[in-house]
């Protein structure tokens, strides 16, 4: 026989031992030292002040009267330690962290949660709330595929159509742009410079078809009917008929005419049409902050009562005038569709 316990090494009263009551004890000194298992914290040598009943994990390199003792739990227990090897398994709740561990291969690691499992928040590395219910302090987070392959789906689901199911990036913890189903079922991606005042930059209807309502464009020209433009002579426009992204007409050039500015720097598609009534030859061009550039487009006596249009490819910088210049004489029709500038950012 024996003489103690095979797991809690709990030492038998023996058959005609003297004492008894010391070993019955002792038994329960490592009973009541283990049972609820409670540690205050992990240390190298024993504190400086202790009571009855405090358990500490003695650390690896151990020193004082805790020497040769390392990993083993110190139980203090009538002004005496008793020392416990724990085994794989044994669970112990650390008094300074508050958290429960469980000890596996040698070291006390935080108890795994359920393999199934249901919360109403949960917090990983920072303290969800109730408009957060689960929320990642990482560098990064990551969902793969299962162990036996396949693909995987991130689903973000509203209930109706007028609500929001969207993926919200912020900088500073104020947005600045936002993708999914905004308040419709349109998929749209918008974004903020400060958060509080939002673009829709692209927006795609159920069918598939594809919109940029904040994308710079224009038809810039005039009220309906004929002018005629002397040599030398520089015109603007009164209409915009077409604009979107924040073109708008600024400076004055001539009576009631009006240079067009450009909104944003980029590059654009510049579309001169022109709806000529006569001419004896004649040039018209465009210019860029009163300067006539090599955007030009020409014409004949021959281009009499013709609609003339060309294209260009240009780099704009933010706040760009444009208006036109003239070369030779002509006489334009002008109105919807007949002379005019469009501009459109690739």
Same mark, same amino acid.
């Given at each position: 026989?024996?003489?103690?316990?095979?797991?809690?090494?709990?030492?038998?009263?023996?058959?005609?031992?003297?004492?008894?009551? &010391?070993?019955?004890?002792?038994?329960?000194?490592?009973?009541?030292?283990?049972?609820?298992?409670?540690?205050? @914290?992990?240390?190298?040598?024993?504190?400086?002040?202790?009571?009855?009943?405090?358990?500490?994990?003695?650390?690896?390199?151990?020193?004082?009267?805790?020497?040769?003792?390392?990993?083993?739990?110190?139980?203090?227990?009538?002004?005496?330690?008793?020392?416990?090897?724990?085994?794989?398994?044994?669970?112990?709740?650390?008094?300074? +962290?508050?958290?429960?561990?469980?000890?596996?291969?040698?070291?006390?690691?935080?108890?795994?949660?359920?393999?199934?499992?249901?919360?109403?928040?949960?917090?990983?590395?920072?303290?969800?709330?109730?408009?957060?219910?689960?929320?990642? @302090?990482?560098?990064?987070?990551?969902? +793969?595929?299962?162990?036996? =392959?396949? #693909?995987?789906?991130?689903?973000?689901?509203?209930?109706?159509? =007028?609500?929001?199911?969207?993926?919200?990036?912020?900088?500073?913890? #104020?947005?600045?742009?936002?993708?999914?189903?905004?308040?419709?079922?349109?998929?749209?991606?918008?974004?903020?410079?400060? =958060?509080?005042?939002?673009?829709?930059?692209?927006?795609?209807?159920?069918? #598939?078809?594809?919109?940029?309502?904040?994308?710079?464009?224009?038809?810039? !020209?005039?009220?309906?009917?004929?002018?005629?433009?002397?040599?030398?002579?520089?015109? =603007?426009?009164?209409?915009?008929? &077409?604009?979107?992204? !924040?073109?708008?007409?600024?400076?004055?050039?001539?009576?009631?005419?009006?240079?067009?500015?450009?909104?944003?720097?980029?590059?654009?598609?510049?579309?001169?049409?022109?709806?000529? &009534?006569?001419?004896?030859?004649?040039?018209?061009?465009?210019?860029?902050?009163?300067?006539?550039?090599?955007?030009?487009?020409?014409?004949? +006596?021959?281009?009499?009562?013709?609609?003339? @249009?060309?294209?260009?490819?240009?780099?704009?910088?933010?706040?760009?005038?444009?208006?036109?210049?003239?070369? !030779?004489?002509?006489?334009?029709?002008?109105?919807? !569709?007949?002379?005019?500038?469009?501009?459109?950012?690739?």
């Amino acid at each position: 026989m024996t003489e103690q316990t095979s797991r809690l090494e709990l030492p038998y009263i023996l058959p005609s031992q003297a004492q008894k009551h &010391v070993t019955h004890n002792e038994a329960l000194q490592r009973l009541d030292a283990i049972t609820q298992l409670v540690i205050h @914290s992990e240390m190298a040598a024993p504190p400086q002040t202790v009571e009855d009943g405090d358990c500490f994990l003695i650390a690896a390199n151990p020193t004082g009267d805790w020497a040769q003792k390392a990993r083993h739990l110190a139980f203090r227990q009538d002004d005496a330690w008793i020392y416990i090897s724990p085994r794989d398994g044994w669970r112990a709740c650390f008094a300074e +962290t508050g958290r429960i561990k469980v000890l596996r291969d040698g070291e006390w690691r935080d108890a795994p949660l359920p393999d199934t499992a249901s919360f109403q928040q949960l917090g990983i590395n920072a303290t969800a709330d109730a408009g957060n219910r689960l929320i990642v @302090s990482s560098p990064a987070s990551l969902f +793969t595929n299962a162990p036996s =392959g396949g #693909g995987h789906q991130v689903k973000v689901n509203k209930a109706t159509s =007028g609500d929001t199911a969207s993926l919200l990036f912020q900088s500073g913890w #104020g947005g600045r742009a936002e993708m999914g189903l905004a308040g419709n079922d349109r998929f749209s991606i918008k974004t903020s410079a400060d =958060g509080a005042n939002w673009s829709t930059a692209l927006s795609i209807s159920g069918s #598939g078809i594809v919109s940029m309502p904040a994308r710079p464009l224009v038809r810039a !020209g005039r009220a309906a009917g004929n002018v005629s433009h002397a040599a030398g002579s520089v015109s =603007g426009f009164t209409d915009l008929t &077409v604009q979107q992204g !924040g073109f708008a007409l600024g400076n004055v050039v001539t009576g009631t005419l009006k240079e067009l500015q450009v909104p944003a720097s980029g590059t654009y598609l510049i579309t001169l049409s022109l709806a000529v &009534v006569s001419s004896s030859g004649h040039t018209v061009s465009i210019r860029i902050n009163g300067t006539t550039s090599t955007l030009a487009l020409n014409g004949t +006596t021959s281009a009499a009562n013709s609609l003339q @249009s060309v294209s260009f490819i240009a780099a704009l910088a933010e706040n760009d005038r444009i208006s036109l210049a003239h070369s !030779g004489t002509c006489q334009l029709a002008y109105g919807a !569709g007949k002379t005019e500038v469009s501009l459109t950012m690739l």
